[in-house]
């Protein structure tokens, strides 16, 4: 029988705990070292918070390491002899000292279609551009982000009413049953198309602001599916700034009609005036009334 392959797992929040997990439940696969971001402080309390990544290594018993930066351990890393190192959503782009250190290959799981959505928010750029479909691809890592040869992808439909969240959570399954089958075959890479790349930037809560006297109804509600929770979606209605928490486009009990471009309509499920709780549309604009 075979040697299992050894691999060195570099991930750190949810979206990679099913990937690390395939790998742990696999037996011809290896996972001997796991490198995640440092614990971090959160919450008002901040107290320290160790990454998902890391207690799912350590209820394992595998060793993890969590450097501030992980390019300059690459010589601590080597002695490891990993077939692949693995990447699932790290927080750190590695550079060619670590790249060239697998004997097989360097790879990464990417919650998009590459070359589409490039880059640090794929997940909420398909949803804010109204993509109707997306996936996962397995790329070979080189050192230009996100734009290595592609060794394995699989799409899926986005959902009508599809969120950030239920979107994250199932790229996250598929992504890690699609790396597991990749790393177990011979390996096929072919290069992107770098005419049909597109890019996308980590979120700012810039990006949440919402106008419905520019903005259609539909545009709003993509933004809240996209965006909450985070960064968020603020928008002014009859002068206070709120935040959308949950919109429909199609009216419904509870819910707050609001004007937008073009003559549309947004349904507010629930949102958030600043201070208060989250409420209904509906208990809002009473409370307004009154």
Known sequence: ??????????????FAVPSLQALLEDQSLNVHTVITQPDKPVGRSQEMCPPPVKLLAENH???????????????????????????VAYGQLLKPALLTIPSIAPVNVHPSLLPRWRGASPIQHALLAGDSETGVTIQHIVERLDAGPILAQERTAIEPRETAQTLHDR????????????????????????????????????????????????????????????????CRITGEEVKLLATELDAAPDTLPLPCAQGTTLFVRMLQSPGKRPMSGAEWQRGHRA
């Open 1 to 14: 029988m075979a040697e299992p392959l050894r691999i060195v797992f570099c991930g750190t929040p949810a």
């Open 171 to 234: 790229l996250s399954v598929l992504g890690a049953s699609l790396l597991v089958r990749t790393l177990k075959e011979p390996l096929h890479p072919h290069v992107q198309e770098e005419r049909d790349a597109t890019q996308c930037t980590k979120l700012t809560r810039s990006d949440g602001i919402a106008d419905p006297r520019e903005q259609t109804a539909e545009e709003i509600d993509r933004h809240v599916r996209a965006l909450v929770p985070w960064p968020g979606v603020r």
């Open 61 to 87: 018993g595998i060793p993890v390491l969590q450097p501030e930066d992980i390019n300059a351990h690459a010589e601590e890393i080597a002695p490891l002899q990993p077939d692949f190192i693995v990447v």
